[in-house]
Structures are given as C-alpha cells and as structure tokens.
C-alpha cells in the first residue's frame, strides 16, 4: 500500500476522498489485520503496565471506601454530592459520541464515520463501564446497592420509581446494553476475517466462535444489514435520552442553579462535546502509532472539529441562557447562585470552564487551526478538562452555598477523591489498551464501503467502459 497521501487540503469537502493512498479491499484488510497479526509492540506493554498500575489504585481506593466509608472523602454537611457524582456525568457524557457516530451519522448516511465509528463505539463502552463505578460506591453501603433494581430481596421492598436516581440505573444500564450490542453486530464481519485469516488453531476457534457462523453471502449481509438498521434505530433516542435523565438528577430538584428546564438539552449537547473531544485525543495517538494517516485522514478529523465547535457553541449559548433565565426569573436565590458562581468562591473553576469550553472551540473557525492536528489535539485536551469543571460547578457550587447560611461550607476533594478519579483512568485505558491490541480498531467491512470498488457502477481502470491511469 502506498503512503503517499493525496493533497486534498484545496478541495471542497464533497470532493475529499474519505480515504487517502492507494487502498484496495486486499490493503485494507492485511492493514487492520496486521495491526493484531504482528507482534505487540514495546509501546503497548509500557501503556498497558501504566494502566495495570492505575487500575490498582481505583481497586485499592475502592477497597478502603467499602472498608471505612463515605467519610474518606470531602463531603460535607451542604455537599452531599462531590466527586464521585461528577465524574459519574463526565464518563456518561464522554461515552456519548461513538453511539452518536455510530447510530445518528448513520442514519444520516455520513459515510465518513467509516473510519472512527469502532474506535468511538469501543470508546463508548468503556467510559460507560468507568461511569457506573460511581453511583454503585456513593452510596456508602455497596454490598446492598442491589436494591436498586427490582429485585425480590430480604426486606420485601422495591425501589422508589419516582427518583430520577433510580432513572439513571434504567437509562444508563439501558444504553450500556443497547450500545454493546451495536458494537458487537458490527464487528461479526471483521471477526471472520480474523477467523479466516488465523493462524494457530485456539485463534481459529475463538474467532469461530465469535463470529457466529458469518460466511459473507447475499442472504447473511441482507440479515446483518437489517440488524444494524433496527438496533442504530434504537440507539439514536438513547443518545439523547440517557443525559437528559442525568439532568434530571439535578433539574427535580428545588435547589437553586439545578432546577431549570434547560439542563436536558444543555447537558446532551455537553456530552456530545466532550464525547468528540475524547475521540479526538485518542484518534490522533491511535492513527500515529499505528500508521493510520490514509484512513484517519486529516479530512476525518476536520470533521470532528466541527461538531466539536457546533456543540461547543450551542454550551456557551446555554451558560449565558442560564445567567439570563437567573435574571428573568426574579427569584433571588437563583439569582445570586449565578453571580456567586462567577465571582465567589469557586469563580477560579467557574472561569476554566468558560475559557476551556467557550473560547477554545472558536479556534476551529479557521481552517489553519480546524485541520491542524497538534492545535486539536491541545484542543481536545482542554476541553475534557473543561467539562470535568462544568460538572463540578454545577455540583459543588450550588450545594456548597444553599438557602440557610448556617449551613454554607467549602468543599475540598481529598486523596481519596482523587486517588478514586485517577484510578478510573486506569480501567478505561486497560480496556481500551487490550481492545486495540486484540480486536480489529478500524471496521473494514464499512471502510471498503466507501471505495470506488463498492460502487455497483464502478468500471475498473483498464477494462472495456474504464480508464488508464
């Protein structure tokens, strides 16, 4: 395969080739195959035992937690709520863009997800699996969060249904399935491929058996397509439906900064933001080791970025919407939420949120900065941080300084706090670690869908109707 990639930086993006090179259905797959075929990288046992390590810190924070409780960590009397319910809406909401490449863009017949919709889709998964951490250990008493489904236990009772707590259980494990399943379906033709392409007979086997008897004929691709039509019709309203059950948690509330109907769509379009910042920062890393650059082209990521400005864009809107809805309203309370978040005591995170999630989009107005990829990757790396701060300043701030001033306080994360966050990196880069090393990252059963080979009308160069190149 040849690695000279094509200059398309003049042309509009409806003539940009989505893949760049000389690429063949043959190069594709001795690519994405070769990936897993040869032997593992030094890079990827240094990744994988940094991984390893952090994941032992989430084990062991999570193990002193079950032992000694909820006071390792900085809650207190007006903060109910700290880190651990913040870095439950930040997982969810990373998790939220490969569902939306997958299913939404889909739908939409945007063939340039090609390229990322597994790697996103993976992503997916994994950040979902590191979000579920946290509600099932803020509860203090682990060993009986069983009770949150409904269940037939000792006691004889059933949850409250009436608690948006009990609608996260519903939406987030809800979506988890849906988006597995997703992922899985579009992996059945790439697993044969590695079937048939095994080499000893334990990797025959497994992928035999993964695979579930795929064969590629007519009758088996029109059942595949059919699934995968139905289960990316299921999984778009989830995307939009799982955040804004998350809101909920706040927006039912009557604490002023929470209650207030703008949450569902601010915080979907929030998530979908970070969502595609973090498939941002992971592609660029992914595409460089591997040598991917003619398959995660430049015109891949341009693409990305505007989302990220679109969403990024629609966040700002609604930081200024709530300040306005603060001020329209005439309620005090809700008033002087707004300006203490600003210029209180936690105005030094309400600023990084700003300037990380505001300003640093409008970078990609400029096609320069937009198709630059070092500028996106700082990018991307700003705006995940910047989205942990928003969900922290909505959390902490109005909790923090409720309606009775006896009860005001400072809330300070401790090492448990963090030791917990940091760990949950861990888990997320050990799966992601062992998802690329193992399983095929790039789907190349929908990448050759957009070569000139797949086009029913397509004349190969050289025969009867073609051209000589």
Known sequence: MSSTAQDVSGL???EK????????????????????ERKTPPIWYLALGAALSLLMVLFGSIGWLVYEGTGIWGLNNPVGWGWAIINFVWWVGIGHAGTLISAILFLLRQRWRTSINR????????????????????VGRVWVVYWTFPVPNQMGMWPNFRSPLLWDVFAVSTYFTASLLFWYTGLIPDLATFRDRAKTKIKKFVFGILSVGWRGGNRQWKHYELAYLILAGISTPLVLSVHSVVSTDFAVSILPGWHTTIFPPYFVAGAIFSGFAMVVTLTIIARKIFGLENMITVNHLEKMNKIILLTGSMVGYAYGMEFFIAWYSGNIYEQFTFINRAFGQYGWAYWIMVSYNVLVPQLFWFKKLRTSVPVMFVASL?????????????????LAQDFLPANWDYYSPTI????TFVGSFGLFFT??????RFLPMISMAEVKTVLPEADPHYVAPGTKGGHHE
């Open 431 to 436: 799966l992601f670690l062992l998802f690329i």
């Open 12 to 14: 509009p993006d409806s």
């Open 416 to 419: 448990w706090d963090v030791a």
């Open 119 to 138: 790697f996103a889709e993976a992503m997916t998964l994994f950040a979902v699996s590191c979000a579920l951490i946290f509600p099932a250990i803020h």
């Open 17 to 36: 080739p989505l893949l760049t090179g000389n690429q063949t259905f043959a190069s594709i797959t001795a690519t994405i195959s070769g990936i897993v």
């Open 382 to 398: 700003f705006i995940n941080v910047g989205m942990w701060f928003e969900r922290f300043v909505i959390v902490v701030s109005s």
